[in-house]
């Protein structure tokens, strides 16, 4: 057992344990973070969305060294079918101004940057060091963490669960219920290298812009997935996920998904010619609203994709995360601070602080539509969009005046079957930002 | 006793690429590690301790960021470590490594007290050149031991030491006195898992930079670009020999039973040579 105590140990160096590390740092606190990869980010392969709103509050100066792919200046949405996609794009012109806001990282990168600013804080970070059992008391309270190293026993007056979507720790302890297969999904993706000007010309992009693209789509056997593309600087990302129980029912595999998607028509032009440099997958909980896990107890809280505040956009994940781990610290440091012990009272703050900085943010254009409140579940919803677009398109392929004599003709058909896309409730604002 | 573990991060040659054009190392973005032979070299410095007690002092030349290799090093439990960087130092070759050093070792003796061992790995992944080890020895004036296997027994009071060392054909039992320099072989050990006051100390412990002039660089012409009179002509990624090897096994008349193996696979060749052999 090591003496030493510490104020708090995070578990976890992803984006929200990093937040989390951070803010506990700069506000004096004795901060132990633990993380099971060789650095921060060697567990990630994806390429993710930054708010550059949300990141100044961590670092004000993260535009000046943090590693960013590009600033992100449009978003498309497809609808795919077996050989063709029906496409969306919104471009904003806000992100072309001086000071961007929206850009594309690549987690591996990013997070590493990211720790290195919680090393500079001052917090002690431990790689490849994980943490095998939360140590609890006789009455059930959480007063540290064990790890796979010899005389691991470490002691804090509070742990930060920022351990991902598995989150097994949390369920382990007792302190969690464990999340079945069809409330999470499973995202396989890969990267891709090509030179920066060919992924500019594919994309049109001028240098440094960046887009994502968002595709959903009937996949195969009734499963529905949704599948991304983001074009880095010099790769382009891409992967699709699907929730377990899908993949159960139906025996396919994730690869072999990934593989179709690759193949797909709208796709291989994209990448076609790129060398595969990583492939990886990932958990992604999908619980609905009524499910929420517990966010704090006895000497603990959860944040990030542990804390499942996920149920939205996608690509909205990533800050998310920052934003629950550093209310997640704010509500410790004043708990502490107030000299009051760690306790399922004390840290209901965290939740308070939650819900209130919600409020706020739902009236920020930039914020996507938030966690507990928002019951739509993004991956479930898409594909009864899909679907009932799909139904829109058979009705307009099969309608007997398509394509014949009235010039105008198909042009109406195309109105009319976006707007049966709007119609069938695209909740746009809501599902974009 | 004291020694002295000298590593080097390179970048993980799994995961290294040749650009297809312009034929340079692409190392943006690769990750790096401790050059894998090292990590013998420090586990049988480790092991040493465990027995002997002591200290171990890790050293490495390279750019700042050298120092992450340096505190994965204190995690596996050495005491000390020293970073000696200097833009100097850049573009050095084997010889100005060396040079670079055995300077700085010299300097460790006189700080930390002289080392009776200095390890290193047998070569390193990125140069391939098996040749600092024995170069350093060289400078320094101690005896080594190159392709070590094992140490077999180790006498403080007599100064000496046992060793197997791997050669083509068998195995080698030497014995020498101290001070001595030993590259080790790999695969003869594992690399400890660190304890977890030692990952700590590793994450909090300051490392000792040392500048070329710091390290007691007297000729700085000797070092980094200007003291390598190796010169890199051309990098290239080799094209694949073949595609494939196949094993013909054949009893009785093994050189048609081969013929018709290659012109099973390389019709055209068995037409090429028809035509020749009609021309002639």
């Known amino acids: 057992m090591i003496e030493e105590r510490f104020d708090a140990i995070v578990v976890g160096a992803g984006m929200a344990g990093n937040a989390a590390a951070l803010t506990m740092a700069k ?24 708010d550059g709103d949300i990141m100044e509050q961590l670092a004000p100066d993260f535009r000046e060294g943090a590693p960013l792919e590009r600033r992100l200046v449009e978003q498309r949405f497809w609808l795919l079918d077996s050989r063709s996609h029906v496409g969306l794009r919104y471009r904003f012109n806000d992100c072309n101004t001086k000071r961007p806001n929206q850009y594309i990282v690549i987690r591996a990168l990013f997070d590493k940057w990211f720790s290195r600013k919680v090393r500079e804080a001052g917090a002690t970070v431990l790689y490849q060091s994980t943490v095998t059992e939360l140590a609890q008391n006789c009455r059930g309270r959480v007063i540290g963490v064990r790890t796979d190293r010899q005389d691991g026993i470490i002691h804090a007056d509070v742990v930060v669960l920022a351990e991902g979507a598995n989150g097994w720790l949390g369920t382990r302890a007792g302190l969690r219920e464990r999340l079945t297969p069809d409330q999470i999904a499973l995202q396989v993706k890969e990267m891709h290298l090509l030179p920066r000007e060919i992924i500019e010309s594919r994309f049109n992009l001028k240098r440094d812009e960046g887009v994502i693209i968002e595709a959903a789509g009937t996949i195969s056997r009734g499963m529905t997935g949704m599948g991304f593309i983001y074009a880095n600087r010099e790769c382009i990302s891409l992967g699709i996920g699907c929730l377990v129980s899908d993949l159960q029912r139906t025996g396919e595999t994730p690869y072999g998904l990934l593989e179709r998607f690759k193949r797909h028509p709208s796709i291989l032009p994209l990448i076609n010619g790129s060398e595969l440099k990583e492939y990886s997958a990932h958990l992604i909980p999908k619980r609905g609203y009524n499910t929420i896990p517990q966010l704090y107890g006895k000497g603990w809280v959860v944040v990030g994709d542990a804390a499942e505040l996920n149920n939205t956009s996608d690509c909205g994940r990533l800050n998310l995360a920052i934003i629950s781990g550093r209310i997640a610290a704010e509500a410790i440091f004043r708990v502490k601070s107030r000299g009051a012990r760690s306790t399922s009272s004390t840290l209901s703050l965290y939740k308070k602080m939650l819900n209130e900085s919600y409020e706020d943010l739902k009236n920020d254009k930039y914020m996507p539509a938030l966690i507990h409140t928002q019951p739509e579940n993004f991956l479930l919803s898409y594909p009864q969009l899909v679907s009932k677009a799909i139904v829109n398109f058979a009705r307009f392929g099969v309608g007997p005046k398509a394509g014949e004599g009235k010039p105008n003709s198909k042009c109406f058909c195309d109105m009319w079957s976006w707007t049966g896309l709007f119609g069938d409730g695209f909740r746009l604002p809501r599902a974009w930002r | 006793m004291h020694n002295v573990v000298c590593i080097k991060q390179v970048p993980d040659s799994a995961q290294i690429r040749v650009h297809p054009v312009t034929n340079t190392i692409m190392r943006q973005g690769v990750p790096t590690i401790i050059n894998p032979y090292d990590l013998f070299a420090l586990e049988a410095a480790l092991e040493l301790r465990d027995k002997f007690g002591g200290e171990i002092t890790v050293l490495t030349m390279g750019p700042p960021s050298a120092e992450d290799s340096l505190r994965k090093a204190l995690t596996f439990g050495a005491d000390r470590a020293v970073l000696l960087t200097d833009r100097c130092f850049a573009g050095a070759d084997t010889l100005a490594t060396t040079y670079a050093l055995a300077t700085a070792i010299r300097k460790i003796g006189k700080e930390y007290g002289p080392p009776d061992l200095i390890f290193t790995g047998k070569q390193t992944i990125d140069g ?19 392709y070590v296997a094992k140490i077999r027994a180790l006498d403080l009071a007599a100064h000496t030491i046992e060793t197997e060392r791997r050669s083509e054909g068998g195995v080698q039992v030497l014995r020498t006195r101290l001070p001595c320099l030993i590259t080790m072989l790999e695969a003869t050990n594992q690399i400890r898992r660190g304890a977890m006051d030692d990952a700590l100390r590793a994450a909090r412990a300051p490392i000792v930079k040392w500048s070329a002039q710091e390290a007691g660089v007297e000729d700085i012409s000797k070092c980094g670009l200007k003291g390598s009179p190796t010169v890199v002509k051309r990098v290239f990624a080799p094209s694949a020999r073949a595609e494939k090897a196949m094993l013909v096994e054949a009893a009785e008349q093994p050189a048609q039973a081969l013929i018709d193996a290659i012109f099973k696979h390389q019709p055209k060749l068995e037409a090429d040579l028809a035509a020749l052999a009609r021309d002639a």
């Open chain 1, 27 to 50: 506000r004096g606190m004795k901060v132990l973070q633990l993380e099971r990869g060789e650095y921060s980010g060697s567990k990630n392969v994806r390429a993710a969305i930054l």
């Open chain 2, 128 to 146: 391939d050149t098996a040749q600092v080890g024995p170069g350093v020895a060289k400078r320094l004036g101690v005896l080594q031991l190159t």
